[in-house]
């Protein structure tokens, strides 16, 4: 069966650190990746996504980028975070036409 | 381009009552796929429902049901039996039109389901 893993769970960070977010996903081949990012009770915004290794979208220019390296991996990353970074990450990955699976989020504060 | 919309920012239901759930949206598309997501206090995103629009059927698993409307762009999420358990955030979520697989969510309902 299908599985997403996503960590960490929870990370605080100071201004201006790096970040590294991690997803894998297991049990499928060439998915559709995402990075979403959540405001707190309110609607999903969508990051970046990826139709293949080394294929990168990006729907909102930010202080934020994304990789894939490999087929079931996908990375979130920042240089320097802002405090406008924070927020709580969600990575999900679909094939075509079906459903969406997302990981359990990552909480992310930047102090 | 196409919105999803979700007109009720909070709703609240008494346990073992219905509550219906609004969603209207809006594409160029004629054959796509509606979602309803759950995220519980968790935020962990739980898929509830899914509806195909070229099925006149409406879509049910056990105590969830949709009301689509497909000429209205109306699809709406009807929970029966309201549990302490259906306590959460609900999204209504559409695939974009250039993909196909990228989704617009919808802002969200906060249901609470009370004792």
């Known amino acids: 069966s299908q599985t997403i893993h996503q960590w960490p769970a929870t990370l605080v960070q100071p201004v201006g650190s790096p970040l590294s977010l991690e997803c894998t996903v297991e049990?499928?081949?060439?998915?559709?990746l995402y990075w979403y990012r959540q405001a707190a009770g309110r609607g999903l915004q969508l990051l970046f996504y990826?139709?293949?290794?080394?294929?990168i979208s990006s729907e909102v220019p930010q202080n934020l980028s994304a990789s894939r390296p490999q087929d079931r991996q996908f990375i979130l990353s920042s240089k320097k975070l802002l405090l406008s970074d924070s927020g709580f990450y969600l990575c999900?990955?679909?094939?075509?036409?079906?459903?969406?699976?997302f990981g359990s989020g990552t909480r992310l504060t930047v102090v | 381009a196409q919105t999803v919309t979700q007109s009720q920012p909070e709703m609240s239901v008494q346990e073992a009552e219905t509550v219906t759930l609004s969603c209207t949206y809006d594409?160029?598309?004629?054959?796509?796929?509606l979602f309803w997501y759950k995220q519980p206090p968790s935020r962990q995103m739980i898929l509830v429902i899914r509806?195909?629009?070229?099925?006149?059927q409406n879509a049910t698993e056990n105590r969830f049901s949709v009301n689509f409307q497909k000429a209205a762009k109306s699809f709406s999420l009807k929970i029966s039996d309201s549990q302490l358990g259906d306590t959460a955030m609900y999204f209504c979520?559409?695939?974009?039109?250039?993909?196909?697989?990228?989704?617009?969510f919808g802002e969200g309902t906060q249901l609470t389901v009370n004792p």
């Open positions: 049990g499928t081949s060439n998915p559709n």
């Open positions: 990826s139709v293949g290794i080394g294929q």
């Open positions: 979520a559409l695939p974009q039109e250039t993909s196909g697989s990228r989704l617009t």
């Open positions: 509806q195909e629009a070229y099925k006149q």
């Open positions: 594409t160029s598309e004629s054959n796509y796929y």
């Open positions: 999900a990955w679909s094939v075509p036409q079906t459903v969406y699976t």
